[in-house]
C-alpha cells in the first residue's frame, strides 16, 4: 500500500454571518478522494484572530462530519489519526460559523493521508 500526504491549509479572511449560518471559509479549501483509494484525517491545527468563539466545521459529501469550535483569540491543535475512512470519490469541504458582524481572520492546516494499493494506475 502507498500513501501520500494531502493538506488543506491557508490564511482566510471572514465575515460572520451567525452561528447557526455556516459558509464555505474559501472556495479552494476542498479535497475529493481519487478513485481506488481511502483517506485518512490525521491532524487539525487552527487559530483564530477575532474576540468571539467561532466554529469550523468540516463537511463530508453535503454533510456535518466534524465540528471544531476555536476560543477567542485561541488556537486548536489535535491528532486525528485512524479515526474514519473517507471512501473515494468523498468530496470534504471546510465550513466556518461565526457570530454576526465578526470578521476576522482562520490561520488552517489540516493533514490528511491518501492510502492506494501499489501499481495502481492514476496515483
Given at each position: 500500500?502507498?500513501?501520500?500526504?494531502r493538506l488543506l491549509q491557508g490564511v482566510?479572511?471572514?465575515?460572520?454571518?451567525?452561528?447557526?449560518?455556516?459558509?464555505?471559509?474559501?472556495?479552494?479549501?476542498?479535497?475529493?478522494?481519487?478513485?481506488?483509494?481511502?483517506?485518512?484525517?490525521?491532524?487539525?491545527r487552527a487559530g483564530n484572530s477575532t474576540?468571539?468563539?467561532?466554529?469550523l466545521i468540516f463537511m463530508r459529501d453535503?454533510?456535518?462530519?466534524?465540528?471544531?469550535?476555536?476560543?477567542?483569540?485561541?488556537?486548536?491543535?489535535?491528532?486525528?489519526?485512524?479515526?474514519?475512512?473517507?471512501?473515494?470519490?468523498?468530496?470534504?469541504?471546510?465550513?466556518?460559523?461565526?457570530?454576526?458582524?465578526?470578521?476576522?481572520?482562520?490561520?488552517?492546516?489540516?493533514?490528511?493521508?491518501?492510502?492506494?494499493?501499489?501499481?495502481?494506475?492514476?496515483?
Amino acid at each position: 500500500m502507498s500513501t501520500r500526504p494531502r493538506l488543506l491549509q491557508g490564511v482566510c479572511p471572514f465575515a460572520g454571518r451567525g452561528l447557526t449560518r455556516p459558509f464555505l471559509l474559501h472556495a479552494e479549501l476542498w479535497y475529493v478522494v481519487p478513485p481506488r483509494a481511502q483517506a485518512q484525517l490525521v491532524c487539525f491545527r487552527a487559530g483564530n484572530s477575532t474576540d468571539e468563539l467561532i466554529d469550523l466545521i468540516f463537511m463530508r459529501d453535503g454533510l456535518t462530519m466534524r465540528h471544531f469550535p476555536l476560543a477567542a483569540r485561541g488556537d486548536c491543535h489535535i491528532t486525528l489519526a485512524i479515526v474514519e475512512d473517507l471512501e473515494p470519490g468523498t468530496r470534504l469541504e471546510v465550513y466556518l460559523a461565526a457570530p454576526e458582524e465578526v470578521s476576522g481572520t482562520v490561520v488552517l492546516d489540516v493533514g490528511l493521508v491518501e492510502m492506494a494499493a501499489e501499481g495502481r494506475v492514476g496515483f
